[in-house]
C-alpha cells in the first residue's frame, strides 16, 4: 500500500482512460501527458498505460508500507525519498517506510509517479481513471491507501531513460485541420497559424482557454462529437482547447484537432505561457 501524506494540489489516478463507452456520454479521461507517464512505467517495466499518480503543480507527499521501485517523470518537482534529492526517468528502489516529496516545480507542470506493476486501485469500465461522477474519489486526499502490484524485485536496478527536451521547451502545439477549418476565412486561416496564443488562467483537465480572441463569423453547429485535442471556436472567438476530461459531444465549431503528441506537450504548458499552432497535412 502507498499512504496519501499530503494530496498535492490536484493528484489523481489515472491509466490511459476509457475507451468505447463515448456513446454513453463517458469521458476518456487518462494521463493528460501521455508521454511522460509512458517513460515512467517503461523504465519499470511496466505496460505502458499501468496506472501511475498524475499530480499537477505541487507534487503529493507519500508513504511507502512496503518495498517497491517507482520512477518519477513528467515535470521536475525536486522530488526526494526521505529528504535526499533522487533523479527522474530513473528506477528507484524504495522501502517500507520511505517518504516521498517534492518540492520546486522547476519545469512543466504535470508529475507522474509510477510503481512496479502498477496501482492497483479501483477499476470502473476497464479503467482506474479518476473521474467525478464515475469512480467513488477523483482525487487524492490525505490519508487515502493506495493499492499496489506485490513486490517484485527488479534486475536492472540501475534503468533509467533519457527523454525529449522538447516536449517540455517548445512552444509549438501540432495540429490537423477540425471539420470546421474550411469555413474559416482566408484571412482567419493567416491569423491561426501566424498569431502567438496565450494560455488563460482557466485550464484545467477538461479543457485549456486561450486568452487571445480570434475574429469570428461562424455560427454554432448542431451538437457533434468532440475528442480531447478538439479546438472549438465559440461566438466571442475564443479558443477551447478539450483536453482528456472533456465532454462527448459539444455545438462550436471544431476548427482544429491536437495531434495524439500534442496534447501531452499541451498538458506541460501553464497560465501564461504561449503557444503557437503548426499546421499539419494528413
Given at each position: 500500500?502507498?499512504?496519501?501524506?499530503?494530496?498535492?494540489?490536484?493528484?489523481?489516478?489515472?491509466?490511459?482512460?476509457?475507451?468505447?463507452?463515448?456513446?454513453?456520454?463517458?469521458?476518456?479521461?487518462?494521463?493528460?501527458?501521455?508521454?511522460?507517464?509512458?517513460?515512467?512505467?517503461?523504465?519499470?517495466?511496466?505496460?505502458?498505460?499501468?496506472?501511475?499518480?498524475?499530480?499537477?503543480?505541487?507534487?503529493?507527499?507519500l508513504q511507502f508500507n512496503g518495498n517497491a521501485n517507482i520512477c518519477v517523470s513528467g515535470a521536475d518537482m525536486s522530488p526526494k525519498i526521505n529528504a535526499n534529492r533522487i533523479q527522474l526517468n530513473k528506477n528507484?528502489?524504495?522501502?517500507?517506510?520511505?517518504?516521498?516529496?517534492?518540492?520546486?516545480?522547476?519545469?512543466?507542470?504535470?508529475?507522474?509517479?509510477?510503481?512496479?506493476?502498477?496501482?492497483?486501485?479501483?477499476?470502473?469500465?476497464?479503467?482506474?481513471?479518476?473521474?467525478?461522477?464515475?469512480?467513488?474519489?477523483?482525487?487524492?486526499?490525505?490519508?487515502?491507501?493506495?493499492?499496489?502490484?506485490?513486490?517484485?524485485?527488479?534486475?536492472?536496478?540501475?534503468?533509467?531513460?533519457?527523454?525529449?527536451?522538447?516536449?517540455?521547451?517548445?512552444?509549438?502545439?501540432?495540429?490537423?485541420?477540425?471539420?470546421?477549418?474550411?469555413?474559416?476565412?482566408?484571412?482567419?486561416?493567416?491569423?491561426?497559424?501566424?498569431?502567438?496564443?496565450?494560455?488563460?488562467?482557466?485550464?484545467?483537465?477538461?479543457?485549456?482557454?486561450?486568452?487571445?480572441?480570434?475574429?469570428?463569423?461562424?455560427?454554432?453547429?448542431?451538437?457533434?462529437?468532440?475528442?480531447?485535442?478538439?479546438?472549438?471556436?465559440?461566438?466571442?472567438?475564443?479558443?477551447?482547447?478539450?483536453?482528456?476530461?472533456?465532454?462527448?459531444?459539444?455545438?462550436?465549431?471544431?476548427?482544429?484537432?491536437?495531434?495524439?503528441?500534442?496534447i501531452s506537450v499541451l498538458a506541460q504548458k501553464f497560465t501564461g505561457q504561449n503557444i503557437t499552432f503548426k499546421l499539419l497535412e494528413y
Open positions: 500500500m502507498v499512504k496519501v501524506i499530503k494530496a498535492g494540489f490536484y493528484s489523481s489516478i489515472q491509466d490511459f482512460g476509457r475507451i468505447g463507452f463515448q456513446h454513453y456520454g463517458v469521458p476518456y479521461s487518462g494521463v493528460m501527458d501521455r508521454y511522460s507517464a509512458s517513460m515512467a512505467n517503461a523504465v519499470l517495466g511496466n505496460r505502458k498505460n499501468a496506472a501511475v499518480i498524475e499530480m499537477t503543480m505541487t507534487g503529493a507527499t528507484i528502489a524504495v522501502k517500507t517506510g520511505d517518504i516521498l516529496s517534492f518540492g520546486q516545480l522547476n519545469y512543466g507542470f504535470r508529475s507522474y509517479l509510477a510503481i512496479s506493476g502498477g496501482f492497483k486501485t479501483e477499476k470502473i469500465m476497464q479503467s482506474r481513471s479518476m473521474y467525478q461522477g464515475i469512480t467513488n474519489l477523483f482525487k487524492l486526499h490525505v490519508n487515502d491507501e493506495l493499492a499496489v502490484s506485490d513486490f517484485i524485485k527488479m534486475n536492472k536496478k540501475n534503468a533509467r531513460i533519457k527523454v525529449n527536451n522538447n516536449h517540455f521547451n517548445s512552444d509549438q502545439i501540432e495540429v490537423f485541420k477540425g471539420p470546421e477549418f474550411d469555413l474559416l476565412s482566408k484571412e482567419q486561416k493567416d491569423e491561426l497559424s501566424s498569431k502567438t496564443f496565450t494560455i488563460s488562467k482557466d485550464n484545467n483537465r477538461m479543457a485549456y482557454q486561450l486568452q487571445d480572441p480570434l475574429n469570428n463569423s461562424l455560427q454554432p453547429i448542431i451538437t457533434s462529437l468532440v475528442l480531447p485535442g478538439t479546438v472549438q471556436l465559440t461566438p466571442s472567438g475564443k479558443l477551447i482547447v478539450l483536453m482528456r476530461d472533456c465532454q462527448t459531444t459539444g455545438g462550436y465549431p471544431r476548427i482544429l484537432q491536437l495531434k495524439e503528441s500534442a
